[in-house]
Structures are given as C-alpha cells and as structure tokens.
C-alpha cells in the first residue's frame, strides 16, 4: 500500500514539473524486498528478490514495442521487396543486348554508262565452216573456141591451163594469149575461148575468164575496155556481133536495129533492152563487149 502511493506522488510531482516546465530531479528509486515465495526469480535479474518498479516497467514497453515491426509490417516490407525484385528485372530485360538482322548489301556495277551515241559492238558472227575451207572439187565453165564446151570437174587449186585440157583443148584460130594459163580458179569461175584477131583485122571477140570468186593469187581483174577483145556495142558491124557467143544473126541485127532507134550505146545495161537478150545472155556478155 505504502508502495502504490509513493508511486503515485511521484508521477503527480512529474506531472506538475512538466505543466510548469522545470525540471524535477527523479529520486532514486527504492527497490522494495519482496518474499521470494510471493513472486518467482526473475530470469532477467541478478537477485531474485528485487523488483523492478511498475513505474519503470510501463515506461520501458513502448521502446520494446517499437522494435518488433508486427505481421502487417513484415507483409509490407516484403510487399516492398518484391516490388523491387520485379523492377529489376524488367530493367535488366530491357538493356539485355539484342541481335540487329544485317541487311544484305546491294552490289553496285561500276561501269561507266554508255554515250547516247554509242552502239553496242555485235559479235563476232562465227565463221562458216562451209565457206572457211575450200571446195575439194571446183567446178569450171569452158565455152567458146574448145573441142568439148561444157562444164569441166577439176580438183582444187587447177588453173586454167587444166580446165583446157579437161576441154578437150582449143579450137585452131582461138585466142590463147588474152588467157593467163597459170592462173589459179575457184569454184563456178568460166572461161570463154574467144578467136584470134587476124592480120589487119579488128578483134571480133577475144578470150577472157569470167570469175565467180575471187581468185588465190587475188580478185580477178575483167579485162579493160580499152583493151583488145572486146567488141564496141557502137561500132561494131553485125558480123562482129554475130561472132560474139549466144549472138546469132536474128540477135545482131536486133542489136543494130536498137542503135538506129536509140542511138549510141552509154552502157551496157541497155543491151539487156535489145530483143532476144536476157539477163542471163547478157551477164555471159558484158565481160565481152564495151560502150
């Protein structure tokens, strides 16, 4: 009893030193003895028989209490901490290093674009094998002043002087020197064994070769207008034009007829307009006869 309200005017003497703001120095609290039997041995204390005050104890429970978080406190701070833990990882799944697909690059020609002007160079067109290699056999026109006119099968690289004798040879009276006997001949060529020309007498029809193609030693050459051989389309008479081959008397008189009608001859592409006289004649002719 006594204890109780000592307590009591302590905490009214604390009380009023609060309201007043002094300051009330604390006596020295008396510990009260008490039997051991009443209360047991604190586990706490050194001597079981003493008592901490209720005074003491009431004001050290609030910083005990303080302490101890509670169920609700420990939900929160984990609540916090796994919030923390989600944030996390969506930061470090955010900056993780992703892999950039490489576009595939674009080749660029560096070939100067061509001029408007300029023209694609063709190629080469391949070379004909058939045309590339020689014939193995030519085949030779002979005509005019021979025993066997005709067409003549000689190997290749023959000359003139082979397809004669193929011939059979000339004629007596036929013009021998207007004929390079060496030379070479090419497949499809023709010769034309003309006459002679006489003592004093102008030449009717001379001999020449009528080329196809062109020869080995070089293109063949016709022989020159103003060269012996020849007859002149003007000048002739129609003997001398009935002396020309494939010309008998019906075509020379024609001819003549032609040159009084028209008058002179200024090529010879006009005999083609001379009755009797086709292309054909007239292609055997114009190596024969001059304007």
Do not use: C, Y
Request: no cysteine; charged share 20%.
């Amino acid at each position: 009893m006594r204890s109780t309200d000592e307590t009591r005017d302590r905490i009214r003497q604390r009380l009023e030193a609060i309201a007043a703001g002094g300051r009330v120095d604390k006596p020295a609290p008396s510990w009260d003895r008490v039997d051991q039997a009443e209360s047991g041995p604190d586990p706490g204390d050194g001597d079981p028989g003493l008592r901490a005050p209720e005074w003491l104890t009431d004001q050290a429970a609030p910083a005990r209490s303080r302490l101890a978080p509670g169920r609700r406190g420990v939900v929160a701070l984990a609540a916090v901490a796994l919030v923390a833990a989600v944030i996390g990882v969506v930061f470090a799944w955010r900056d993780r290093p992703v892999a950039q697909a490489v576009q595939p690059v674009t080749v660029v020609s560096t070939d100067s674009p061509g001029q408007p002007g300029d023209a694609p160079t063709p190629a080469p067109a391949p070379a004909d094998p058939v045309a590339a290699s020689p014939p193995a056999e030519l085949v030779i026109s002979v005509v005019g002043l021979v025993r066997t006119a005709g067409l003549v099968h000689l190997p290749a690289g023959a000359r003139i002087a082979d397809a004669l004798a193929a011939a059979g040879g000339a004629r007596e009276g036929a013009d021998l020197l207007g004929l390079n006997l060496a030379q070479r001949l090419n497949d499809g060529d023709q010769i034309l064994v003309g006459l002679a020309p006489r003592d004093g007498a102008p030449v009717a029809v001379g001999s020449a070769t009528i080329g196809a193609g062109p020869a080995a030693a070089g293109p063949a050459r016709p022989p020159d207008p103003a060269a012996p051989g020849r007859v002149n389309l003007n000048t002739a008479s129609e003997a001398e034009l009935d002396g020309l081959p494939g010309v008998g008397p019906v075509t020379a008189a024609a001819i003549a007829a032609w040159r009084q009608a028209n008058g002179r001859f200024t090529d010879i592409e006009q005999l083609g307009e001379v009755d009797g006289i086709g292309p054909a004649r007239l292609e055997k002719l114009r190596a024969l006869v001059t304007v």
